[in-house]
């Protein structure tokens, strides 16, 4: 039973331009959340977080969308770098502090 | 900012043999930490909530006596993988969690079993 799920396991963005991730969850009990990076073999790096009180965060060149009615969130990135390829991961948390993540979107910024 | 270190980065073993994987906060007290497991290509799979003083928390199809957790002190937890087996062969990552630092992982272990 997959609670956070993200639909699209790839994307390749031009660099400069915005690269948006998408992430659904299904269980209305979550209300954090947050996004990775991740490359292989490393532990998940944290850009951005967001809690169920707003709808926005932004933080530099990242921004966190939250729809509570669609259970759905996005991470927008722009302009996009070739830095920026990776894994993104979005990841829940609820009533405990159980982080549960998605099933990640490999970004590729190209020249 | 938080660190939190995790030991051995890689290690291989043999079939039916124990590997330990430590996982330090350096500068903060974590009471809860949480062990995680990924698959190549795939998400990271919460398999058990770390609680110093007490018994691990094993999510739903996680081996306990497969996978001992120790919480031994406030800045260290211990995953054993004990008779490993091929099938264990993955990447594992604990992450501790604190009021002032929020979520900090480790940098991951990567365990082949042959």
């Known amino acids: 039973d997959q609670q956070v799920k993200q639909n699209s396991p790839s994307l390749s963005v031009q660099e400069g331009r915005i690269s948006i991730l998408n992430c659904d969850y299904t269980n209305s009990m979550f209300d954090y959340f947050l996004w990775y990076k991740k490359y292989p073999a490393e532990g998940p790096t944290f850009l951005i977080s967001?809690?169920?009180?707003?709808d926005k965060n932004e933080d530099g060149r990242f921004t966190v969308f939250l729809n509570k009615s669609a259970k759905h969130l996005s991470l927008h990135i722009v302009p996009s770098q070739p830095g920026d390829s990776a894994v993104y991961f979005c990841?829940?948390?609820?009533?405990?502090?159980?982080?549960?993540f998605g099933t990640g979107t490999r970004l590729q910024v190209f020249p | 900012g938080a660190v939190v270190s995790q030991h051995p980065s890689r290690v291989i073993c043999k079939s039916g043999t124990s590997v330990k994987i430590e996982c330090r906060s350096l500068d903060f007290q974590a009471t809860t930490m949480f062990w995680y497991r990924q698959f190549p290509k795939q998400s990271l799979m919460l398999m058990a909530t770390s609680n110093e003083g007490s018994k691990a928390t094993y999510e739903q199809g996680v081996e306990k006596d497969k996978f001992l957790i120790n919480h031994a002190s406030l800045t260290l937890s211990t995953l054993t993988v004990t008779s490993a087996h091929p099938e264990d062969s993955s990447f594992y990552i604990c992450?501790?969690?604190?009021?002032?630092?929020?979520?900090?992982f480790g940098s991951g272990t990567r365990l082949t079993v042959v």
């Open positions: 992450s501790a969690v604190n009021s002032a630092y929020g979520y900090t």
């Open positions: 967001i809690s169920s009180i707003k």
């Open positions: 990841a829940a948390s609820g009533n405990t502090d159980k982080l549960i």
